[in-house]
């Protein structure tokens, strides 16, 4: 039951820790000590390095670590037409911090007409010999937090008008992205567990949010995005509930958006968080329908560096199997180790420890 087609068995969700020289280089870059040529020199060489290390432990598909990434998320939106970063007045807040106090908002038509991390990718890509893996954020993410406030109310009266042009935004990247070679794309999204938390749907209906009305809207974006992708190219998406210094943000089980989320979005995977009882149980995996979708279930956290029993993830993929078939399934870290530069508090030997038990699970369950 082994898979030649991504998700793999073996997978994982796309950001690694930041080596100390590439931290380093970026926080000189930053002081104006080095230009950016040399900066992009650092992350060219520790690009390479981790490339080289994930092949190593045998995963057959590969990150660029989001190495050249500050964000997960605002990185990307940021360079979209029509967006653009700020400082905000708070960062977002997590369980007992705050990150950076920064934020994006829309200014102007979004749109798509290139982006850097088309480069990115093609590094990535001419660097490995196995499946070059690129992740960006969900369309969701450029209006759940910010919602009507962070978008121009003079280019955008009507959101249903933002929301189209979203969608062809990122119509436009998932081509851009085939064209230059990636047939491995992801869409990183908080938004469906926000959709899942009490507590995030009061402070949505706060800021005046109908979230009654969300999934749907937020289904039709993702399904006009992907859906002239052709056939050799693998969209899936990770659902997370907020990853930063090893803390999170929202909790509730997916019952509330599964049936929607697996299946009436065209995601071909899923990555699920299930690593703690923040996530629920394993029932919502019975709307996966039955075919070629793979939920890629998150049961190793990347939040630790202590090292979870081999036997006891390989029962709770049992207990999955019980709602999705064991064939529709597959395993990797519940999110990724640094959301952000900062990265998530653990060493870099325990995160490859990690990964290497995961590469080795999936051959004992899947052959």
């Not at 926000?194 to 999934?215: D, F, H, I």
């Not at 990555?271 to 890629?296: H, I, N, S």
Request: proline share 5%.
């Amino acid at each position: 039951m082994s898979r030649n087609r991504p998700p793999f068995r073996a997978d994982q969700v796309g950001s690694l820790l930041r080596p100390a020289a590439l931290k380093e280089a970026r926080a000189r870059f930053q002081a104006g000590e080095i230009p950016a040529e040399e900066l992009h020199r650092v992350e060219d060489e520790e690009i390479r390095r981790v490339i080289r290390t994930q092949e190593d432990i045998g995963l057959q598909a590969v990150t660029d670590g989001e190495f050249r990434r500050s964000w997960w998320h605002f990185d990307f939106l940021k360079k979209l037409d029509g967006v653009e970063g700020f400082e905000a007045q708070s960062g977002i807040q997590f369980h007992g911090v705050q990150t950076r106090a920064e934020g994006v908002r829309v200014t102007g038509r979004v749109g798509f007409s290139g982006h850097p991390m088309l480069e990115h990718f093609k590094f990535l890509a001419a660097n490995t010999k196995v499946v070059p893996k690129m992740t960006i954020p969900s369309p969701t993410l450029l209006h759940f937090r910010g919602g009507r406030k962070e978008i121009s109310t003079s280019v955008y009266p009507d959101l249903d008008a933002f929301f189209d042009d979203l969608g062809r935004a990122y119509k436009k990247a998932v081509k851009a992205f085939y064209d230059a070679g990636c047939r491995y794309l992801q869409f990183d999204d908080t938004v469906w567990a926000y959709l899942c938390s009490k507590e995030q749907l009061q402070l949505a209906r706060e800021r005046g949010e109908e979230v009654e009305k969300l999934p749907r809207i937020y289904a039709e974006v993702i399904n006009h995005a992907i859906s002239d992708r052709p056939h050799d190219m693998v969209i899936t998406t990770h659902v997370c509930r907020g990853n930063f210094r090893s803390t999170w943000i929202s909790e509730g089980g997916y019952e509330p958006v599964a049936e929607r989320l697996l299946g009436e979005i065209d995601y071909d995977g899923y990555f699920l968080e299930y690593d703690t009882e923040r996530a629920g149980g394993f029932e919502p995996l019975r709307f996966l329908p039955k075919g070629k979708k793979v939920v890629v279930l998150g049961l190793v956290t990347s939040k630790t560096g202590t090292l979870e029993n081999p036997d006891a993830v390989k029962r709770r993929i049992e207990e999955a199997a019980r709602f999705a078939p064991l064939d529709q399934l597959a395993l990797s870290p519940q999110c990724g180790f640094a959301s952000t530069e900062e990265g998530n508090i653990l060493a870099d030997q325990e995160q490859w420890a990690k990964l290497s038990m995961i590469v080795e699970i999936s051959r004992e369950v899947w052959g």
